[in-house]
């Protein structure tokens, strides 16, 4: 599973001290988001209702989150 949300990132890496990061940098926009996604309970992405989630960044105080493995819908970070 880890695997997989990297490879959903825009940027990822391994720290020098063993910890996985990962970036992604364009996040929806927070006004076009339903209060569901805002408040964590849908997908950020695709507006599922979410099972298992993914922490995907932080937006305008929102912390979003998006489907996990993978959500079904492309991530917007990548068009």
């Given amino acids: 599973m880890l695997y997989l949300t990297l490879g959903d990132s825009d940027h990822c890496g391994i720290h020098p001290d063993g910890y996985a990061w990962a970036e992604i940098v364009d996040l929806p926009d927070p006004a076009r988001l339903t209060a569901d996604q805002r408040a964590g309970y849908a997908c950020a992405l695709c507006g599922?209702?979410?099972?298992?989630?993914?922490?995907?960044?932080?937006?305008?105080?929102?912390?979003?989150y998006a489907c996990s493995p993978l959500c079904p819908t492309v991530p917007l970070a990548r068009g």
Wanted: charged residues 5%.
């Fill in 48 to 64: 599922f209702a979410l099972y298992a989630s993914r922490f995907v960044g932080t937006v305008g105080g929102h912390q979003l």
